[in-house]
């Protein structure tokens, strides 16, 4: 019966994949994977043998009717990014986007996210929050960092290690020194990390360090700390 299955895979420590998901991987006729070597590499942890075949963001538009025609037909397949849920900041919103619109169902499984842990973490409200995702990295990144500063809520935003400090730089100016933030790196991993303070401490604990590994920020609201 045809289906595409949404598989959430370990954000770092291989223990954090549910039974149900070991299952599906198994089962499906393809696996659609992010990196085929990631994925591959958590498939032999497993002991799991089955098919893979890269859908990532520079081929995704390409793969796209191919993928949809085969799930037609009658296969079941799943789709897993390096690590997470897929199409949270992440390939798999133009696939699950066509997967409805041709009548194929969708399942999504419950399991790893990164900005989770780190909300729940970070002691700030978590009964509104905005998820931004990766901030635009040029055009249009101030006009969003404006937009973001007037928000009442909790705010979690992905970085990548090399802007950590151009980001928490940005947000010291526009969102104010004394807005509280967390930065969780590594999270499940042996180097899990989380920096708490105000946004110009956070800022002048990182100015002067290298850093390595994924990067969640949260950033709370005046009074929160």
């Known amino acids: 019966m045809a289906k595409l299955y949404l598989v959430p895979t370990p954000i770092g420590n291989l223990g954090d994949i549910t039974l149900?998901?070991?299952?599906?991987?198994?089962?499906?006729?393809?696996?659609?994977?992010?990196?085929?070597?990631?994925?591959?590499?958590?498939?032999?942890?497993?002991?799991?043998?089955?098919k893979l075949q890269a859908y990532h963001i520079h081929n995704e538009h390409k793969a796209l009717k191919n993928i949809v025609q085969r799930l037609s037909d009658g296969e079941e397949m799943a789709l897993v990014s390096d690590a997470g849920t897929p199409s949270v900041s992440d390939p798999g919103f133009l696939l699950v986007r066509e997967c409805v619109k041709n009548g194929i169902p969708v399942e999504t499984l419950p399991g790893a996210t990164a900005f989770v842990p780190a909300l729940v973490n970070s002691g700030f409200p978590s009964d509104r929050f905005f998820f931004e995702g990766f901030l635009p990295h040029k055009k249009g990144r101030q006009t969003r960092l404006k937009e973001l500063a007037q928000l009442p809520h909790t705010l979690i935003i992905y970085e990548?290690?090399?802007?950590?400090?151009?980001?928490?730089?940005?947000?010291?100016?526009?969102?104010?020194?004394?807005?509280?933030?967390?930065?969780s790196r590594e999270l499940t991993?042996?180097?899990?990390?989380?920096?708490?303070g105000r946004l110009t401490e956070v800022y002048d604990f990182y100015k002067e360090k290298t850093v390595k590994g994924e990067i969640v920020i949260v950033v709370g609201q005046v009074g929160d700390l």
């Open 20 to 50: 149900r998901a070991l299952r599906i991987l198994k089962e499906v006729s393809l696996i659609l994977a992010e990196d085929t070597r990631t994925t591959g590499n958590l498939l032999k942890h497993y002991d799991i043998h089955n």
């Open 160 to 183: 990548s290690p090399h802007r950590l400090v151009k980001t928490l730089e940005q947000l010291t100016e526009f969102l104010g020194p004394e807005r509280p933030v967390t930065v």
């Open 189 to 196: 991993k042996i180097h899990e990390e989380t920096i708490r």
